[in-house]
């Protein structure tokens, strides 16, 4: 059974960047698409990317400036790097499947890491 | 980006009753929605895709119909554990988008 897990510092400072790593477990991480999905406190849900085992991503136009994804399919995991960050990024992070093959939908997600900005 | 409203925004049932919920996008996306319930503290579950295929292991009171901008979850006869947060998400462009959430609680 597939699973996935973040994991990653809770606290990042104001302007820093923020760094999270998915491990994908009991599967391949190969041919498939990875994502990763924010939830501020209280609110809904937004797409920051995917990555494809390849290496090749696609980012949420808004934060494409500041996000970098990268993949070591060596270690069946997956990362993101989220520059300059502020209170609005403040967020529960999670990450997913992108599960895919003419259709797309988010399949499988990690439990989730609360990441606080705060100095 | 394709903008997704849900409605309503919150409702509140009892177990037994059916329960709608729409979906709506800014222009037309064919058929492809996908719908998700997330309890509090829970990562979201996909229930729905291609907005009617029921993902495998989840109830058949739950049934999604639509295509283009309007789009339909249903829970013919709500359970105890139905009570939670559903979201509607669309990928026929990018970025992917989702909706900003339907809060069902209990009466």
């Known amino acids: 059974q597939v699973q996935l897990q973040e994991s990653g510092p809770g606290l990042v400072k104001p302007s820093e960047t923020l760094s999270l790593t998915c491990t994908v477990s009991?599967?391949?991480?190969?041919?498939?698409?990875w994502s990763w999905i924010r939830q501020p406190p209280g609110k809904g849900l937004e797409w920051i990317g995917y990555?494809?085992?390849?290496?090749?991503?696609l980012y949420y136009p808004s934060l494409k400036s500041r996000v970098t994804m990268s993949v070591d399919t060596s270690k069946h995991e997956f990362s993101l790097k989220l520059s300059s960050v502020t209170a609005a990024d403040t967020a529960v992070y999670y990450c997913?499947?992108?599960?895919?093959?003419?259709?797309?939908?988010?399949?499988?997600w990690g439990r989730g890491t609360l990441v606080t900005v705060s100095s | 980006a394709i903008q997704l409203t849900q409605s309503p925004s919150s409702l509140s049932a009892s177990v037994g009753d059916r329960v709608t919920i729409t979906c709506r996008a800014s222009?037309?996306?064919?058929?492809?929605l996908a719908w998700y319930q997330q309890k509090p503290g829970k990562a979201p579950k996909v229930l729905i895709y291609?907005?009617?295929i029921l993902q495998s292991g989840v109830p058949s009171r739950f049934s999604g119909s639509g295509s283009e901008t309007d789009f339909t979850l249903t829970i013919s006869s709500l359970e105890p554990e139905d009570f939670a947060t559903y979201y509607c998400?669309?990928?026929?462009?990018?970025?992917?988008?989702f909706g900003p959430g339907t809060k069902v609680d209990i009466k």
């Open positions: 997913a499947r992108f599960y895919g093959g003419g259709t797309w939908y988010f399949d499988l």
């Open positions: 009991g599967g391949s991480i190969s041919s498939y698409y």
């Open positions: 990555i494809h085992y390849s290496g090749s991503t």
């Open positions: 222009q037309g996306i064919s058929s492809a």
């Open positions: 291609d907005a009617s």
């Open positions: 998400q669309q990928f026929n462009r990018y970025p992917i988008t």
